[in-house]
């Protein structure tokens, strides 16, 4: 086991720009692994995470959660994992295994869940990352390791709700948003059989978008368009983070239809059709662990991949700019140049 610190980009407080920092390798637990990374995504959680928009950052913070890598060690309780193996981790890195969520093997919902971020003590814009196994992932040899980064988190966090809804015979939905997550959904939701619109403000995007699976496309801002599919949809999967056109879109689902939301949009409406139609507003959050290694088995058998610019981990903080300004087509993967094996 390697004694030497690992470097890694930190926020020294909210909202500054990160920095490189050298720091301790975390010591293992028992089930514990340790990863020594290759590639990790860039995802709009880790800007709200520095910022911290969700009032639970402790700084020093070294961001990233979307993350692909090699086994370099390995805890004694540690089973399926061997050191050399490539591995994907998402944002669970861990969880607390007694809650009665854990115990029904729903862990995304763990009593305990803010520790259980992988990016405690330390995320993946480092040079190694220290996880829980039971939540580190063997990936399919033949998915790129840009490709199994962004699954991580984007893929898990759509395909879960998307494949309940599948099973539900949901089968006519509309993706809101084609962006990071929005283009992976279309996707997902096309290869379950779905049939797919597309709901976007970016009319510019419609090409893409039907080349990504979807059956149709709408302008959110064509008001008539949307008054031409009232209640037409069995579920609306918002990926959007803002302008979202809360009180139209309620009205273009079937009566006791559900809106679901895998980001954090503000939410803003009349609840009148919400009651009288009797709808249903859900959040979905990532996935269980047995829905990861389905998504990614799921994900390899029907060539689902996300659109991805490579950019040298050195230049996080340009990533994040420009995440910030909405310009990547479509996820931002950073590649670790210290990474002592390539993928």
Known sequence: MTTANVLGYA???????????????????????RVSVSHCGLCHTDIHAVDDYYGITNYPFVPGHEIVGYISAAGPAVSGLKEGDRVGIGWQGR??????????????LCMDI???????????FSTSVVADGRF???????????VAAVLMCAGVTVYSPLRECAAERSHNIAVIGVGGLGHLAIQFAHALGCEVTAVSSSSGKKDEALAFGADHFIDSNDQDSLRRVEFSFDALLCTASGGVKWEALLMALKKRARF?????????????????????????FLGNRATMREMLDFAQN??????????????????FQRLKENKPRYRIVLVNETASAAA
């Open 11 to 33: 926020a020294k407080a909210a909202a500054h720009p990160l920095e490189p920092i050298e720091y301790p390798p975390p010591k293992l637990g028992d089930y514990d692994v």
């Open 95 to 108: 969880s607390c295994m007694k809650c009665e969520w854990c115990l029904k093997g729903e862990e995304q």
């Open 114 to 124: 803010v520790p259980s971020g992988v990016w405690d003590p330390y995320g993946g």
């Open 136 to 146: 580190v992932y063997p990936l399919p040899p033949a998915m790129l390791s840009q």
């Open 260 to 284: 679901v939301l895998v980001g954090f949009p503000d939410v803003a409406l009349n609840s009148t059709d919400l009651v009288a139609h009797e709808l249903s507003i859900t959040g979905s």
């Open 302 to 319: 029907h060539g689902i991949s996300p659109e991805v610019e490579l950019m040298p981990m050195s230049q996080v903080n340009e990533g």
